[in-house]
């Protein structure tokens, strides 16, 4: 008993020491940011591929971001061929300016993203660009990374922003996730959630957004349907206390990019 309390308070003091050498403290919940590029055509989806897969993706490694989803709108949707989504895991929103930093230092990224980085003013790599960030949920503190055995072209990564009239609201959408039983839902079902988040900063808000996946579009559609069947879906949906919690919801049906970590 004596050793385990030991070793409790030597962990607790190096934690402490960490904090005060690096100023930082670490969340208990996952921070993320999600890059929209917005593209005019083939063109543009080509250098900002080469980019992400040559040069930001390494960098960002390099940087400590072990694991960086980038998705593109699977044929048939609306968004078909004009975004890609990059979605950045961080631990804390400061990470977000060192990345920055160490980007800006890192000769590799540097020309590896040369074509990106001094692209002309008349000939630009993306229409806009969005940057949005979230805070993960309580009920899944981390995101998930799934491992499907179906080719990466075939899987289906489908992202949901729900947006809600006011932020009062939109509080009560988010403890229907959490404290009402949405998210274990959807674990109960498979639907293989890589995260859910509250958007901290973004051009919708308030709104949450999450992310589901699945091995193939079959594999998708049932598990919406058993969603919608589930008989705990069906009792929290019919409480009082979470009608009208959506006011739009915004759907993107996604698969990884050939070079995606996820």
């Not at 579009?217 to 879906?233: G, I, L, Q, S, V």
């Amino acid at each position: 008993m004596n050793t385990f309390k030991n070793l409790s308070i030597r962990k607790l003091s190096l934690i402490i020491l960490f904090v005060f050498a690096t100023g930082t403290i670490l969340s208990a919940r996952d921070y993320y940011q999600i890059k929209v590029y917005n593209l005019k055509d083939k063109a543009q989806e080509t250098t900002v591929d080469n980019y992400l897969k040559d040069a930001y993706l390494p960098a960002l490694h390099k940087a400590g971001v072990k694991k960086v989803g980038v998705f593109k709108p699977i044929v048939g949707d609306p968004a078909a061929g004009t975004k890609v989504f990059v979605f950045i895991p961080l631990k804390d929103l400061g990470q977000i300016e060192k990345l920055e930093a160490a980007l800006e230092k890192d000769a590799g990224y540097q020309k590896a993203g040369a074509a990106y980085i001094n692209a002309l003013y008349d000939n630009p790599p993306y229409e806009r660009m969005e940057s949005i960030l979230l805070r993960a949920f309580t009920e899944q503190p981390e995101f998930f990374a799934p491992k499907f055995n179906t080719l990466k072209s075939e899987q289906i990564f489908e992202l949901r922003s729900y947006q809600s009239a006011t932020e009062k609201i939109y509080q009560k959408k988010v403890e229907m996730f959490n404290e009402g039983g949405e998210c274990e839902i959807f674990k109960k079902i498979g639907a293989n959630a890589i995260f859910y988040g509250e958007v901290l900063s973004g051009s919708e808000m308030p709104n949450l957004m999450y992310m589901t996946s699945y091995e193939n579009m079959k594999a998708n559609e049932e598990c919406w349907k058993t969603f919608r069947d589930h008989p705990d879906w069906k009792t929290l949906s019919g409480m009082e206390e979470y009608k009208n919690t959506v006011s739009k919801i915004d759907k993107f049906m996604l698969y990884p990019a050939d070079y995606s970590d996820f």
